[in-house]
């Protein structure tokens, strides 16, 4: 289809969560895109009702993002509110008669079975189609999910793959701006209460580890309310609530809604642990690959390089993995990724993979500002 959108009367985009971190993540992203011009912007608030809009809004001030009457008058929603905003506002919102284009960065929603989830590079068929069909909900997929299909693109849509383990590095940042200050708060406390021995390059270093190690287990006053334990100088194995089978809600989103994102019906096995490391942003995986038959490090490294203009692969070795294949290489760009590419010595069909992406962009924010173009653009 032509793109006439300069031409066309511009949609009206109601963005609501613009002070959250995906949020202000998307709305620069928006920016920088230029992506503005495409529709007549309305920012709401659930919080700041009244005060000055960005610069974008068509409004000098915010909405009020619990009004239905003001969100029936969008043709599209943008939000990176929340999952309890979206329970409570979605349901009655729809009730109230609204039948515009709800775009959402929450997981609410992600599992219902008139909603589709975005992830361009590796459904945009899908995503025309539900487009076409009339289907009104859209969602950005969880961000480990979204950053493990966008670094193995290449041999999915090959279709080599049978089913992927995975063991995610997931940066402190993927709880929310007070998760990541929790973090920064431990290492300062840390640093504060033992800085003598840290400093004394002679000091004893078994005495540091014990006081710290005490300091993790026993120090009431370590910051960590918002992970339930200490995350500086440790790392914890269990990331949301408890489901069936001994997985926590975060390892069981991997298998649905790769499969959902990429129109699988439950083919793809996908399962693994996900793990809180003392990175500040920016999620790793290291994937275990079984594929459906043997193929060489150079074959499959082939097909991971030639799948999107976003991948960065990295050799595998120690200067160029140090280098780039880490947290802090990845954190603010579009890259994901990709390296450690090698065949394990248990079995032929098997691969090992390890990949970075920042969870912020690609991971939460990128997927709905691609949503929004391709949707305009229809």
Not at 55 to 82: F, Y
Not at 109 to 119: A, G, I, Q
């Amino acid at each position: 289809m032509t793109n006439n959108t300069e031409l066309s009367p511009k949609k009206k985009l109601g963005f609501i969560g613009a002070r959250g971190m995906v949020g202000r993540v998307l709305l620069e992203r928006m920016r920088e895109e230029d992506d503005f011009r495409f529709f007549e912007t309305f920012f709401f608030s659930t919080s700041q009702v009244g005060q000055a809009a960005p610069p974008e809004s068509h409004d000098q001030k915010l909405r009020d993002a619990h009004s239905l009457d003001e969100l029936s008058e969008m043709d599209v929603i943008v939000t990176c509110q929340g999952g309890d905003y979206t329970l409570a506002l979605h349901p009655s919102l729809r009730a109230h008669g609204w039948k515009g284009v709800w775009v959402d960065a929450a997981s609410a929603l992600r599992m219902n079975k008139d909603s589709c989830l975005v992830l361009d590079p590796l459904n945009k068929d899908l995503i025309k189609e539900s487009l076409e069909k009339g289907v009104v909900d859209y969602v950005g997929s969880n961000c480990t999910v979204s950053l493990m299909l966008l670094a193995l693109a290449g041999p999915l849509k090959a279709g080599v793959i049978e089913w992927v383990n995975s063991h995610t590095y997931q940066a402190a940042s993927g709880g929310g701006a007070a998760h990541m200050r929790e973090l920064l708060k431990g290492m300062g406390f840390l640093y504060e209460r033992h800085k003598d021995l840290i400093d004394d390059e002679r000091g004893d270093i078994l005495k540091l580890d014990q006081l710290i190690s005490k300091d993790l287990r026993e120090n009431n006053d370590f910051p960590s309310e918002k992970f339930g334990a200490p995350l500086a100088a440790n790392l914890l194995p269990w990331i949301d609530s408890a489901v069936n089978d001994g997985q926590t809600r975060e390892e069981w989103k991997a298998m649905v809604e790769a499969n959902k994102i990429l129109g699988l019906n439950n083919t793809l096995g996908v399962d693994g642990t996900c793990v809180r490391v003392g990175a500040l942003r920016s999620h790793s995986q290291a994937l275990t690959i079984k594929l459906k038959k043997p193929m060489g490090a150079e074959e499959f490294s082939a097909l991971l390089k030639d799948s999107h203009e976003w991948l960065e692969f990295v050799e595998n070795n120690k200067e160029e993995t140090l280098r780039e294949l880490t947290p802090a290489a990845a954190s603010g760009t579009l890259r994901i990724k990709v390296g450690r590419v090698r065949a394990l010595k248990m079995a032929p069909d098997f691969m090992n993979v390890f990949t970075v992406g920042d969870q912020l962009l690609w991971g939460a924010a990128e997927p709905l500002r691609r949503f929004l173009r391709q949707y305009v653009n229809h």
